[in-house]
């Protein structure tokens, strides 16, 4: 039967994919991933031999409709990306949507996404939380930021490492001096934790040049450390 699987692969140490996702990569006509050289390492590693190809954020606009062509045609093809589950802050989401649209079968593997393990991680509510993945660059940044100030869920957001500083002092800003954990190399052999006040987060970067992919745990709105925890069980 034609379909499009969504496989799920390692955001750090390469024995964190599942069995299935495995079975599932050597089973199909073509995978499709998003950097072909990082993925060939992990194909090697569990000795797939399926042809690639690539799809990423620079052609999927391009290569949405045909693809869906050749799964609809009789082809299974799997999606992946260089790390986690396709379309969480990665390509993905375009050509999930086209296929709904032509009545394609689409099948979702469990398994990585980075901002889970940061998430529990924490120490703060999970309960309820709100993922914004990546803040605008530059327009429209303010305005998301300004949103978030009363937000009543734990925010989490990613960031990369070049920006992880500015972000955390724009956070600081805008709403004010909050609890925050942030994680690094999450599964990796150098993975981190870093927990405190926005305003103890800054001066720890300042001081300890960021490295590696982050994911940001903010506390909600009106989180009081050390609260009840009647007031935090789901």
């Known amino acids: 039967m034609s379909k499009l699987f969504i496989v799920p692969t390692p955001i750090g140490n390469l024995a964190d994919i599942t069995f299935r996702a495995i079975e599932v990569l050597k089973s199909v006509d073509i995978i499709l991933a998003e950097d072909t050289r990082t993925s060939g390492k992990l194909l090697k590693a569990y000795d797939i031999t399926t042809r690639m190809r690539a799809f990423h954020a620079f052609n999927e606009h391009q290569q949405v409709q045909h693809i869906v062509a050749e799964i609809a045609a009789g082809k299974t093809m799997a999606l992946i990306t260089d790390a986690g589950t396709p379309a969480i802050s990665d390509p993905g989401f375009l050509l999930t949507r086209a296929c709904i649209s032509a009545g394609v079968a689409i099948e979702t593997l469990p398994g990585a996404t980075a901002f889970v393990p940061a998430l ?97 745990v903010v506390a909600a709105a009106d989180y009081k450390h050390g609260q009840d925890d009647k007031d935090i069980e789901a």
């Open 120 to 216: 529990v991680n924490s120490g703060l509510p999970v309960q309820e939380f709100t993922y914004i993945g990546f803040l605008p660059v530059k327009k429209g940044r303010a305005t998301r930021l300004q949103q978030l100030v009363h937000e009543p869920r734990t925010i989490v957001l990613y960031e990369s490492p070049h920006r992880i500083i500015k972000t955390l002092q724009q956070l600081h800003l805008h709403l004010g001096d909050r609890l925050c954990s942030v994680s690094r190399e999450i599964s990796k052999k150098f993975e981190e934790t870093k927990r405190g006040t926005l305003s103890e987060l800054i001066v720890w970067f300042q001081e300890h040049p960021p490295k590696g992919e982050f994911v940001m």
